[in-house]
């Protein structure tokens, strides 16, 4: 029997869903799994009704409302016209269309990338796409799993498939024992900071590793979400025996028999002894801090004890540059430590960061402590299960008894459309995914970090190093 | 889609690295269910005041600027999220191509099924693209699709990559989805060996 070549992760995936591929073309890519939001989704309905077409396989797709609706509450007075005309619009269409929708009212509501994994849609070995960049976040569960813009929506509501160029590998590995405090929030900042927001471009990366292995499945997917802030549409890790549990009793998790075929499948996809990846990259994690950026990208980040880059030492003019205007935008000298620097709101939310497991890192800061004074604190649950989940634990009367609020699920603050947003100047410590200019709202300026960090600046009122608050 | 062949124009030039898809349009832009009034809030951080008048500054304010249809971006342009209302805001303001040393993935493929050509060049030239249009304003550069080439105003060419795919589709002005639809046969047998193993549609409420 002739020997086959050994495979990555991502190359087993990607045969598997390789519809057909001609010669000098992209490859047609199967979709089994489509994710769709109000945001990015209407042009593409509006593209399938202009050409008389329907939605191919309604069963395979899922929509929900997070990006513009509003956390104080649920009610369209607290929306403008605009975002009400754009949820309304994806209710009409999920309607016309057959799709399964959870609006704004329903009890199964949440973040897009939260509510995937919580239903067990998002399972090993599958492809998954929406039309938003976090999407990696589903590769946690060793899916393909990757974000495409509104063309491509349209194209896979009236398909099921997509045009893909195959991209290239990059094994990232994350070896040594994760010191006490060291999030999994940290690990992927820490790798962003060493290879530059364009690192992956072009890549998927396969997170890999005894310090990968040794993280819960919420800790993986905050992990994965942020391989786009590395430049990679994806980011995989293997299924394993944390995963297989994780998925167990999740609503569309297979049943019975069902279930111990997809577990023969599912113990197949590992990378094979012997394959090999386009790139690689080693970070060691028992030399990690908890991390925090000081700039306007993701890979502007340092250890929370370190000091900020000094712009005159950087040989690259251009991103010498960048660093001049990210620390003129932030109101950062260089050399600066941050440790101690007065901050105004914490966001505790977003897809990266609004799990049980996040909620529970930032509880147990806030437990028995109060937000400082002058500093205003948004915790919001990623879904309602989440929310609930929280409830029953009592994690809500910990940050309200704090004096931080309590919202509803949604993105929130995360990309400030909802009306929750910094006012220009202000100092955000936030658990979400980017930190670019204006994000969180026009002027304001965002200090990314783990649950634990935001944590101890909630009750600290400044930076501050989480660790020795854990008792 | 609106065919791409050759393009000669004057350049918009906008040296800041790492422009992501939050400046190009910022989020609260994104509340619109059509294309139309994107160009509005392209780079609105920037090309306004606090007070919402425009930012004379600001390179794409210059009443010089007006008409030109090649963006001089600088390095890494385009990284962030897959909201494709950045090409539809970049278009919207008359852009047909934007030039830089490296483009995102997502802002990359977004841009070609939009029609804007998204032109990667080398270091050397991009740096020497800013210090002509530093010193003339005025010069006009042309983009040759068939030829994949860039002509820069002393008649120096460089060569551009696109995929012969995407080249094709934007020489033609054709959609990807007439590509896809034709092959739905393929699609058909692919869904018969490999049958869905759910259905959301179970969660439907009524
Ligand atoms: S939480 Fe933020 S990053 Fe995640 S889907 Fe919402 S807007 Fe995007």
């Known amino acids: ?471 | 889609m609106e065919p791409f062949v050759t393009l000669t124009s004057k350049l918009v030039p906008l040296p800041n690295e790492n422009v992501d898809t939050d400046q190009i349009i910022p989020a609260r832009y994104l509340k619109v269910t059509d294309k139309q009034g994107l160009a509005e809030g392209l780079f609105a951080g920037w090309r306004y005041l606090p007070d919402g008048s425009p930012n004379p500054d600001f390179v794409l304010n210059k009443p010089e600027m007006q008409g030109r249809k090649i963006l001089l971006a600088g390095d890494n342009f385009g990284t962030g999220s897959s909201r494709e209302h950045a090409p539809w805001a970049l278009m919207g303001w008359g852009f047909r191509a934007v030039i830089s040393t490296r483009f995102a993935d997502i802002f990359y493929n977004n841009a070609l099924k939009n029609g804007l050509l998204p032109v990667i060049v080398d270091e050397a030239t991009h740096r020497r693209l800013f210090q002509l249009v530093e010193a003339e304003p005025d010069i006009e550069v042309t983009i040759d699709l068939p030829s994949q080439t860039l002509r820069l105003p002393d008649g120096t060419e460089v060569t551009f990559p696109i995929d012969g795919f995407s080249k094709h589709c934007l020489l033609k002005g054709l959609d990807q989805l007439g590509y896809l639809l034709e092959h739905m046969p393929r699609i058909e047998a692919y869904e018969r060996e490999h049958p869905p193993r759910f259905d959301t549609r179970v969660l439907v409420r009524r």
């Open chain 1, 1 to 471: 029997m002739a020997m086959t070549r050994p495979r990555t992760l991502f190359e087993k995936i990607w045969d598997d869903h390789v519809v057909y591929e001609e010669p000098g073309s992209p490859a047609i890519l199967y979709i089994d799994l489509h994710l769709i939001h109000e945001v990015t989704s209407p042009q593409a309905f509006q593209g399938l009704r202009e050409k008389g077409l329907r939605v191919r396989r309604p069963g395979q797709t899922l929509a929900t409302m997070d990006h513009s609706i509003p956390t104080v509450g649920r009610d369209f007075s607290l929306m403008d016209a605009m975002a009400v005309k754009q949820i309304q619009t994806l209710e009409e269409n999920a309607r016309a269309f057959g799709i399964p929708l959870f609006n704004m009212f329903d009890d199964r509501q949440g973040i897009v990338h939260v509510i995937g994994p919580e239903l067990g849609l998002t399972q090993p070995g599958m492809t998954i796409v929406c039309g938003d960049s976090h999407t990696s976040t589903h590769g946690a569960f060793g899916a393909l799993a990757f974000g495409i813009g509104t063309s491509e929506v349209e194209h896979v509501l009236a398909t099921q498939t997509i045009l893909q160029r195959k991209p290239k590998t990059f094994e990232v590995r994350f070896e040594g024992a994760r010191p006490e405090g060291v999030t999994a929030k940290d690990m992927i900042l820490a790798l962003i900071a060493t290879i530059g927001t364009g690192g992956g471009v072009g890549h998927v990366f396969e997170y890999r590793g005894d310090a990968v292995r040794g993280l819960n499945m919420e800790e993986r997917l905050t992990l994965c979400n942020m391989s786009i802030e590395g430049g990679a549409r994806a980011g995989l890790i293997a299924p394993d025996d944390v995963t297989f549990e994780y998925l167990a009793d999740k609503p569309f998790a297979p049943k019975g028999k069902d279930w111990d075929e997809a577990l023969k499948r599912w113990r197949q996809l590992p990378t094979d002894p012997g394959a090999t990846y386009d790139k690689s990259v080693t970070i060691d994690v028992s030399r990690l801090e908890p991390m925090i950026t000081w700039g306007t990208n993701p890979a502007q980040a340092i250890p929370i004890t370190g000091r900020i880059p000094d712009p005159d030492k950087e040989p690259d003019p251009r991103r010498r540059r960048a660093m001049e205007r990210a620390l003129a935008y932030m109101g950062f000298q260089p050399g600066q430590q941050l440790l101690g620097h007065p901050i105004d709101v914490v966001f505790i939310g977003s897809c990266t960061n609004a799990r049980i497991t996040d909620l529970r890192m930032a509880a147990q800061i806030f437990k028995g402590r109060k937000v400082a004074p002058g500093v205003r604190v948004l915790v919001v649950p990623g879904s309602q299960q989440v929310k609930r989940q929280a409830e029953a634990e009592g994690l809500d009367r910990i940050f309200k008894d704090a004096g931080a609020e309590w919202r509803e699920p949604g993105c929130s603050m995360c990309i400030a459309m909802n009306g929750d947003r910094l006012e220009p100047g202000q100092y955000a410590v936030s658990t979400s995914n980017r930190n670019f200019e204006g994000r969180q709202g026009p002027g304001g300026r965002t200090i990314l970090a783990s649950p634990l960090t935001a944590a101890a600046a909630a009750v600290t009122g400044k930076i501050t190093d989480p660790r020795p608050l854990l008792a």
